[in-house]
């Protein structure tokens, strides 16, 4: 293992660091965080078998300075654009960072989210087991800002090169929907705006949710006592704003949620940029699970396309070792 | 009357027990939980209590809403009921810690003294977390102090404000903007480096703590 040390250079607001979630403390008012597109994440970990946390990025792009040692990265996610030293890799890409290079990501052509992965484990804080950082109140990894040194137990370098990958197939349509679960605070005509009229990703978004403008959907009432929210959830304010929380979000809240984003359309949804078009399908419960099921299927086939020969075959070493154990008690 | 039961998309279902708080309603809430925990249904994620609500959050790759709602419900009958930990909590209300005491005082007509001794001599409850990570929201404010809340949010109140609106009282883990009304603070910290003090369903007391005492504890 050797150490490789990354400079800050440059790095706008929305840049974390983030693992795959911080899970269980929904109870105690602690969100999951982690990635808000999770495909983009998963993509940029599996190129470079990444085993630590990575970067998220957004608009603001970042520039990091390797100075010290050597490490492989990985960027994916929308449409970002990756160069080094000025020389172009495109948006979803391996890549090599050696000692005076300067790695600049940029918000590119689509999306608000990607991430950079690293070949090894970064150095970072952890709470309650997690590097994922809430951004609220700046626990776990934390926030990356000019002037910050990371340092990398880099894996070896080996003979990586910068190598792209395929992203995910492109997905079109409506963002499918579950209504409720708070559907009775709404009058009958305001559902069916939702799910027949036109919205647009407004300018506001972050990590706890993308703000959406369109007609407004005003509860009827806003009586309900405070009850637990979840990410995809789309709530909505007294005003009739709606808005889609997203990995920050408020573990509990008093404004009624008047449908549910399903998990395979949250990173779609999460990824159009302010201004761009939206419209919602209601979809029943049912229906979201047999999604959920079918997109999981396509995401690890998709998931072992990005895989390098190298990183597939340690990963299906690792399945097989697994599929031993599992054997072996079951005998 | 039967629990309702609301699809959350294809992750979790809400499980709802009426619309008023009732600490009957919420020991119910609790036991049912403690009981899902203690014999988990395939696929359970989490569980998040709340005033009349709880939330299960599922797989969907092993099992589905209705599936694990009917699961979690099958465990009502093994579910006894649990006395909550009773924590006491040191606050002191010296003027620059509690900035909105006096106004508190004129607003319910009462004397400053006797507000907070009203608040020293209530039990309060932990329903549940919101809001940020370790804000627990506590149930019991007496009627006779319960105002609403500002209507503008103030300038960010420092960790560790103990602050009521309505029938709730909470201790903020962060600083932050805040509509409530701050009536002393505490060194006492909910959020910790390993977790949380409260868990939902338990008691909370506070206790009248002098300057120095919080200054030598800060």
């Given amino acids: 293992m050797t150490s490789a040390v990354l400079l800050v250079e440059q790095a706008g607001p929305l840049t974390t660091i983030q693992d795959a979630g911080r899970f269980g403390h929904l109870r105690h008012g602690v969100s999951w965080s982690g990635p808000v597109e999770p495909l983009g994440f998963a993509a940029a970990r599996t190129a470079i078998a990444s085993r630590g946390a990575a970067i998220e990025l957004s608009h603001g792009g970042i520039a990091l300075r390797c100075v010290e040692g050597a490490v492989t990265f990985a960027l994916a996610g929308g449409d970002f654009t990756a160069t080094i030293d000025g020389a172009p890799l495109g948006g979803w890409t391996t890549g090599v960072l050696t000692a005076g290079a300067r790695l600049v990501v940029r918000d590119g052509a689509a999306g608000n989210w990607a991430t950079l992965a690293l070949g090894g484990v970064p150095n970072c804080p952890a709470w309650l087991g997690s590097s994922a950082t809430l951004a609220l109140a700046g626990l776990g990894g934390g926030r990356l800002v000019v002037g910050d040194r990371l340092t990398v137990d880099a894996d070896p370098i080996g003979d990586a090169v910068a190598r792209p990958f395929a992203p995910p197939p492109a997905e079109t349509g409506p963002i499918r929907v579950v209504l409720g679960p708070q559907l009775d605070a709404f009058a009958p005509e305001t559902v069916a705006a939702l799910t027949g009229a036109d919205f647009t990703a407004a300018p506001a978004f972050d990590r706890m949710g993308m703000v959406l403008t369109g007609p407004p959907l005003v509860p009827l009432a806003l009586t309900m006592l405070s009850s637990p929210t979840i990410r995809g959830a789309i709530q909505v304010n007294g005003a009739g704003t709606a808005t889609i929380l997203l990995a920050d979000h408020q573990t509990t809240g008093g404004y009624p949620r008047i449908a549910t984003v399903i998990s395979a359309d949250l990173p779609r949804a999460a990824q159009l940029r302010p201004g761009q078009p939206l419209r919602f399908v209601a979809i029943s419960a049912a229906e979201a699970v047999a999604i959920a099921r079918a997109a999981a299927l396509r995401r690890t086939e998709w998931l072992k396309r990005v895989a390098t020969a190298d990183t597939l075959l340690d990963r299906l070493l690792a399945a097989n070792l697994i599929d031993g154990v599992v054997d072996a008690r079951e005998e | ?218």
């Fill in chain 2, 1 to 218: 009357m039967a629990p309702t039961v609301q699809p959350v998309g294809d992750t979790a279902v809400l499980l709802g027990f009426g619309d008023a708080i009732d600490p009957a309603v919420f020991d119910g809430i609790l036991a049912l939980e403690a009981a899902i925990i203690a014999d988990p249904p395939p696929g359970l994620v989490e569980t998040v209590p709340a005033y009349v609500t709880l939330l299960i959050v599922f797989d969907p790759l092993v099992t589905d809403g209705e599936t694990i709602a009917a699961a979690a419900l099958a465990r009502t009958g093994t579910a006894r009921p649990t006395t909550g930990a009773l924590h006491w909590i040191a606050m002191c209300s010296d003027a620059h810690l509690a900035p909105d005491l006096a106004d508190v005082a004129d607003r319910v007509a009462m004397p400053a003294a006797d507000v907070l001794a009203a608040h020293f001599a209530t039990e309060y409850r932990v329903y549940m977390y919101g809001f940020a990570p370790g804000y627990a929201y506590m149930d019991g404010v007496v009627p006779a102090l319960q105002l609403p809340r500002k209507p503008v949010p103030v300038r960010s109140r420092p960790t560790g404000s103990v602050m009521i609106a309505g029938g709730q009282c909470l201790i903020t883990t962060l600083p932050m903007p805040t509509g409530w009304w701050v009536i002393g603070a505490t060194t006492t910290q909910v959020l910790r480096p390993d977790g949380f003090l409260f868990q939902p369903g338990d008691r909370v007391r506070f206790t009248p703590q002098p300057r120095a005492d919080f200054d030598a504890r800060i």
